[in-house]
């Protein structure tokens, strides 16, 4: 089994900036993938990015250049979600995702909301 905790979220005004973090204990695998998807009231939830053990991240277009994944491969392993610019459509409950070797499962932390709001 796989723990993912989440911290982070929080109200914060448009054009501002949030970090989320999530860390990751059980059964860590060497080789993943780790992500984050958010879910806004009424809407499926959709990727917003993911990055790959060796560093190679993925984006939804809707924050590409405003939005930045990072993660550290320590022996718990920490996932970050640095959000710039933030937007009212960027509100929404962010989860953190864990899927290991070989990609045949998915865990899921409980969820941070993040709201954007004047």
């Known amino acids: 089994q796989v723990q993912l905790v989440e911290s982070g979220g929080g109200l914060v005004q448009p054009g501002g900036s949030l970090r989320l973090s999530c860390a990751a204990s059980?059964?860590?695998?060497?080789?993943?993938?780790m992500g984050w998807y958010r879910q806004a009231p009424g809407k499926q939830r959709e990727l917003v990015a993911t990055?790959?053990?060796?560093?190679?991240?993925?984006y939804a277009d809707s924050v590409k250049g405003r939005f930045t994944i990072s993660r550290d491969n320590a022996e718990k392993k920490t996932l970050h979600l640095q959000m710039n610019k933030l937007k009212p459509e960027d509100t929404a409950v962010y989860y953190c995702n864990y899927r290991p070797y070989p990609y045949t499962r998915d865990y899921w932390g409980q969820g941070t909301q993040v709201t954007v709001s004047s």
């Open positions: 059980g059964s860590i695998f060497s080789i993943d993938a």
């Open positions: 990055i790959a053990t060796g560093g190679t991240a993925n």
